[in-house]
């Protein structure tokens, strides 16, 4: 089946301690996004990337990393920096077209305690 | 700057109630897109419908409608008939041509609780 899959879906780390969460998509799209999503709020982009080796910070990439290797893949880092990890992280993929429909994983909840 | 409105937090509605959840938006641009995504319990987004900027038809599919109004940078969503099947979270996103690809700007969401 193709989609999007994000692992794992809960993740708990103690603070200080980076974590990277998975994304792999098989849908052959060319862009790739990571979101947060915080309780009652909407989503906010982190970082994006629309080519391989190529990606752009979104409107709260402080304390995030990410890398584009593999068209398939975009892995996203949260390091120690990142003041309030604490929250939903939601990936996507696109055709890459502008205003092309983009597809989302299920989410990794990830806890820092 | 582009941003998304959606007022209303949470609607709490009986079933077969029709509903109605409103989107505003704010941008710039003359070329956008307008989304309305749901996100069951399960955390997944699921895609429901994009309107370009030029076309104000409104859309209907199946139980759902879509009325989009430039006049008013409205873009509201209605569920006829609704079942507990929708109670979701609902975004409404906007895409603008001076962005790249498919970045969106997402609203707040709108908590709609179906009751039986």
């Known amino acids: 089946d193709g989609g999007i899959t994000q692992s794992p879906k809960y993740l708990f780390r103690k603070e200080g301690q980076n974590v990277t969460l998975s994304c792999e998509q098989n849908?052959?799209?060319?862009?790739m996004y990571w979101y947060r999503q915080d309780p009652g709020q909407g989503l906010r982009l982190i970082y994006y990337?629309?080519?391989?080796?190529?990606?752009q910070k979104g409107d709260i990439a402080e304390g995030y990393s990410v890398s584009r290797e593999k068209k398939e893949s975009f892995p996203l880092t949260v390091t120690s920096a990142q003041k309030n990890p604490t929250a939903f992280y939601l990936c996507?993929?696109?055709?890459?077209?502008?205003?092309?429909?983009?597809?989302f994983g299920q989410g990794t909840r990830l806890t820092v305690v | 700057a582009q941003k998304v409105t959606q007022a209303q937090t949470e609607i709490s509605v009986v079933e077969k109630e029709d509903v109605t959840l409103d989107c505003v938006y704010e941008?710039?641009?003359?070329?956008?897109?307008l989304f309305w995504y749901k996100q069951p319990p399960s955390g997944e987004l699921v895609f429901l419908i994009r309107?370009?900027?030029?076309?104000?038809q409104n859309e209907i599919s199946g139980r759902y409608s879509w009325n989009f109004q430039k006049s008013t940078s409205s873009f509201n969503f209605t569920i006829t008939a609704s079942q507990v099947v929708d109670s979701a979270v609902y975004f409404c996103?906007?895409?603008?041509?001076?962005?790249?690809?498919?970045?969106?700007?997402f609203g707040e969401g709108t908590q709609l609780t179906v009751n039986p």
């Open positions: 990337s629309q080519i391989v080796n190529d990606f």
């Open positions: 941008t710039r641009d003359t070329t956008y897109y």
């Open positions: 309107r370009n900027s030029f076309d104000e």
């Open positions: 849908l052959n799209h060319d862009a």
């Open positions: 996507a993929s696109s055709m890459g077209d502008t205003y092309t429909e983009a597809f």
């Open positions: 996103a906007l895409s603008e041509r001076e962005t790249s690809g498919s970045r969106l700007t």
